[in-house]
C-alpha cells in the first residue's frame, strides 16, 4: 500500500499542476490520513476524525476541498446517496467492488463477483458501449437487522 500510495502522492501532484492547483503539505498529509481511515466515510465525519488525531492538519474547508480534487482524481469515490447522506470511499490499493447497503443501520458490505463484471462487459458488447465507469448498489436489510426484528417480534 505504501508504494501505491507515493505513486498516487506523485500523480496527484502532476494532476494539480495540469489543473493550476496549489501543492501544499498539508494536501498530501490528508492523503495519508484518508489512507489510514480505513472506512467509508461522510466528508464531515472525516474531518472531525482527521481534527481528532491532529488539529494542525488542515482547515475544514482544505480537507473539503481535498477531498472533491482526490475525487476528480479517481482516488476517492462517492459510494452511495442514502438519507441526505453522501458515502466515500478511498479506492487506491482495493479491488474493484460493489456495495450491500442496509437500509436500517447503514452498513456497507463490499462484495466482487466476477459474473457480474462478465455480465456488465457482455451487455457493453452487445451495445456497442464503451464503459468509463460503473458501481453496484443493492439496498436492503442486513443479517443483524433481520435478527432484531425477529427478536422484537418474539420479546
Known amino acids: 500500500m505504501q508504494g501505491e500510495l507515493e505513486n498516487l502522492k506523485r500523480d496527484f501532484e502532476r494532476f494539480l499542476k495540469s489543473r493550476g ?14 489512507a489510514n481511515y480505513g472506512a467509508h466515510f461522510e466528508i464531515e465525519d472525516l474531518v472531525r476524525w482527521i481534527s481528532s488525531q491532529n488539529k494542525n492538519v488542515a482547515s ?17 469515490r462517492e459510494v452511495i446517496k442514502l438519507n441526505n447522506r453522501t458515502i466515500y470511499e478511498f479506492v487506491v490499493g482495493k479491488q474493484h467492488h460493489e456495495h450491500l447497503i442496509c437500509v436500517e443501520c447503514g452498513k456497507i458490505i463490499e462484495f466482487n463477483k466476477e459474473e457480474i463484471e462478465q455480465l456488465q462487459e457482455k ?9 468509463i465507469n460503473h458501481r453496484l448498489e443493492i439496498f436492503g436489510i442486513c443479517s443483524d437487522c433481520k435478527e432484531k426484528r425477529r427478536e422484537n417480534r418474539v420479546g
Not at 451487455?123 to 464503459?131: G, K, M, N, R, S
Open 21 to 34: 492547483g496549489k501543492i501544499t503539505k498539508g494536501r498530501f498529509e490528508i492523503i495519508d490520513m484518508i
Open 60 to 76: 475544514r474547508s482544505t480537507i473539503y476541498r481535498t477531498v472533491r480534487l482526490l475525487q476528480e482524481f479517481g482516488a476517492i
Open 123 to 131: 451487455v457493453c458488447e452487445e451495445y456497442d458501449f464503451t464503459p
